[in-house]
């Protein structure tokens, strides 16, 4: 079944909640009444009821089905400034707490780690660090994790990869590029992916020296020792990985080169740059980026989304919920 079909299905009629915190842009409004009417989703929309109606007006929807709560004029924000001081342990006072969560950002992830929504997507507005910079605060990552890291489905025709990490990690130490290789491996299995995971290089088996392709090389044997069954292979050049031709002659004896499903990044600056060329040049559609690690889902839209990139990742972001 197709991905999103089998999605529905798993999160309809659950009465899953998920926050928005951009609720004037046009884009969250269409999808999220969408997915209202569609029987989907449960939104949540934060700030001025007001200013909503009025984009919602603008936008050519009716938000009358949907709860808005406002950061501002909140019953309960003295509970939540308490809650909020408590998880963060003495690294925020109350005072700075009382300011932190008239933040939308904020204010919706303590949302969903109350157990008030049962997830938050946002990002079509704000960039990804002040989208994602509460939850590694406040949901924090599951336990046996170090990273949270962020994945996306490229999808084209009966095509279906998974890229990781193209939204968090600037620059993961070798450890750290082990743990997103293997947590990737499990994200592509939820998306029925095979998962057959290439550690991304400017070189293949050591046809490159550099610290850089040490890195790789390092991260790929510490990431199989992690999980000894994984298809795992690296370092690799893109080409290795993905040409079955390409991989006979530069990585004769790899089970992953040349059928690599699953393609991690060794750093931002190319996993960013990597999975915006397949969209853009290369016609692929990208999911994401879905946030791996969490507690609890958050999902970091790119400010560059359509209202469909909404849609999908909102229906991901409930099924993270299930
Ligand atoms: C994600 C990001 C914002 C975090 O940066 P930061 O806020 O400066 O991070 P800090 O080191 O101050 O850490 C803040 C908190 O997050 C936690 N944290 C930081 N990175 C984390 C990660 N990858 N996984 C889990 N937790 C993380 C820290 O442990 C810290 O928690 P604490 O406050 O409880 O001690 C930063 O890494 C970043 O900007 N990444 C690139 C984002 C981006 O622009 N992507 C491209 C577009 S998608
Ligand atoms: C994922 C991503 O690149 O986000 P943005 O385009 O908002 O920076």
Redesign the pocket.
């Known amino acids: 079944m197709e991905l999103f079909e089998s999605l529905k299905q798993k999160i309809k009629g659950k009465n899953l909640r998920i926050v928005f915190p951009e609720a004037t842009d046009e884009r969250i409004l269409k999808a999220a009444v969408r997915l209202q009417q569609e029987n989907l989703v449960e939104p949540v929309f934060l700030g001025a009821a007001e200013e909503i109606q009025k984009a919602a007006l603008a936008a050519g929807v009716t938000t009358s089905q949907i709860k808005i709560l406002d950061p501002n004029n909140y019953s309960d924000f003295e509970q939540m400034v308490d809650a909020f001081v408590e998880r963060?342990h003495g690294?925020n006072t109350k005072e700075q707490a009382q300011k932190m969560l008239r933040d939308p950002n904020y204010f919706g992830t303590m949302l969903v780690f109350l157990g008030q929504v049962d997830g938050m997507v946002s990002g079509a507005v704000h960039?990804?660090?002040d989208t994602?910079?509460p939850a590694?605060?406040i949901i924090?990552?599951k336990p046996g994790l170090?990273?949270?890291?962020?994945a996306f489905i490229m999808q084209k025709d009966d095509q279906r990869y998974l890229f990781a990490d193209?939204?968090?990690?600037?620059n993961p130490n070798s450890q750290e590029l082990a743990e997103i290789a293997v947590t990737s491996a499990k994200t592509a299995q939820l998306f029925d992916i095979d998962p057959k995971v290439a550690l991304l290089s400017f070189s293949t088996k050591g046809s490159a020296k550099s610290d850089e392709v040490t890195k790789v090389a390092e991260a790929a044997k510490l990431a199989q020792q992690m999980d000894p069954d994984l298809a795992l292979d690296g370092e690799l050049q893109f080409d290795a990985a993905f040409v079955p031709k390409v991989a006979q002659q530069k990585a004769p004896n790899s089970a992953v080169a040349g059928q690599a499903t699953v393609f991690v990044f060794p750093e931002?600056q190319s996993g960013?740059i990597g999975y915006k060329i397949a969209q853009r040049f290369g016609g692929f559609e990208a999911i994401g980026?879905v946030l791996q690690?969490l507690n609890k889902p958050v999902s970091?839209l790119?400010r560059g989304c359509n209202e469909e990139d909404v849609y999908k990742l909102s229906l991901i972001t409930a099924a993270q919920a299930l």
């Open positions: 963060r690294k960039p990804t660090g994602v910079r590694l605060q924090k990552v170090t990273r949270t890291s962020g193209c939204a968090i990690n600037i931002l960013n980026p690690g970091d790119s």
